[in-house]
């Protein structure tokens, strides 16, 4: 109801506009008020896209981030509680029992179901952002199925991102966020082969990078920069696919750059993934001695432990440091404990690639 209420009044508001026009384009009649809200054809402070909308209702201050992330995912974004708990790294009966209080937070505060308005939506942003982060990435990386790209997860992300830097133009990390969507999202035409098949970075056609999307990525990427605060995580995982878009070949890669970002974000946002990440980069710009420390010290943690990410990381490296049975063994195991078939196959391959 309230759609179609804004729809007729912004109807009203262009015949009002067309009737000040002469047949010339001149105005034929006095010019709004500048800077009053009410002679303006749209509201720019309105949440128009349903979908973002509803993320904002959901993620509620009343709630932990964990609990808004958790339970935004489940009830808008639509994920399975699988898919969420290997998002965000924590059992299933975990993410289920967090959902759950959640809703009865939810309740017992009296949380209306409304969107909030223009002066409180900065302290949710950080949950929508979240939430946005966890849709892409499962759509640019399927955790399970027989895909390894999701894309329809993907570009509904991505869509809702650019709303939101048109909502929010003054907020680097919505910018820094869209720049990391553009510039990954480039690389989707050569990620995979004519049967679905993963085909891995060293051996990706870079001529199929989608190069107006990385024109895309890196303008919003410098929206980013240019608010002279510094980049946030999402700002600096961008300026890394930046690294990557711009590069001729994996071994023409700005690895120690790459490595430096990485540190720099464990120390901002902290989490195994990004040491993991860091691993791999340091293994391309010093040597997969230096790496291996950094993966058993994870290994050792525990944080990791139910993902396959780890293990195969491992087999890698030791892959490079000829340590071929122990290789084999990672490789076997992280195929084991992955949840798509595409990427399970791939692991299984370099581990019969060792003989």
């Known amino acids: 109801i309230d759609r179609f209420r804004r729809r007729s009044a912004l109807d009203e508001r262009y015949a009002a506009l067309a ?20 002679d303006l054809p749209w509201d720019p402070d309105l949440i128009e896209d349903d ?8 993620c509620h201050p009343v709630l932990s981030p964990e609990a808004r992330a958790a339970l935004t995912l489940r009830v808008v974004a ?11 790294l924590v059992p299933v009966p975990t993410l289920q029992a967090r959902i759950t209080r959640a809703k009865k937070t939810v309740a017992a505060a009296g949380v209306p179901f409304a969107v909030p308005p223009p002066e409180e939506r900065r302290e949710r942003l950080g949950g929508v952002l979240s939430v946005l982060y966890v849709l892409f990435t499962e759509g640019s ?38 720049a990391l969507f553009e510039l990954t999202a480039a690389r989707f035409p050569a990620r995979t082969g004519p049967d679905g098949e993963p085909v891995l970075l060293e051996d990706q056609d870079r001529r199929r990078w989608d190069r107006s ?16 605060h510094g980049l946030g995580p999402y700002g600096l995982q961008a300026a890394i696919a930046a690294c990557h878009a711009g590069a001729p070949s994996v071994a023409q890669t700005d690895w120690p750059r790459i490595v430096v970002l990485y540190e720099a974000l464990g120390r901002i946002a902290p989490s195994p993934v990004v040491d993991l990440n860091r691993a791999v980069a340091v293994a391309m710009a010093a040597g997969p001695e230096e790496a291996l420390r950094i993966v058993d010290g994870l290994a050792e943690s525990g944080r990791l432990s139910g993902s396959h990410l780890l293990p195969g990381v491992r087999g890698e490296l030791l892959t490079r ?26 692991l299984l391959r370099k581990a019969a690639a060792l003989g």
């Open 19 to 38: 009737g000040r026009l002469t047949e010339g384009g001149a105005s034929s009649g006095a010019d709004p008020a500048p800077g009053n809200p009410d």
């Open 51 to 58: 979908v973002l909308a509803l993320m904002f209702v959901a």
């Open 78 to 88: 639509g994920l399975s509680s699988e898919e969420i708990a290997r998002a965000l």
């Open 141 to 178: 990386t399927a955790t399970s199925g027989d895909r390894l790209l999701r894309t329809d997860l993907a570009y509904e992300a991505i869509r809702l991102a650019r709303t939101l830097t048109a909502l929010l133009p003054g907020e680097p990390e919505v910018f820094g966020l869209l």
């Open 213 to 228: 999307a990385i024109r895309r990525g890196l303008a919003a990427l410098d929206r980013a920069v240019a608010t002279g």
């Open 321 to 346: 440091l000829g340590r071929t049975a122990e290789a084999r063994s990672e490789l076997e195991l992280a195929a084991r404990m992955c949840r798509n078939t595409r990427e399970r196959s791939v």
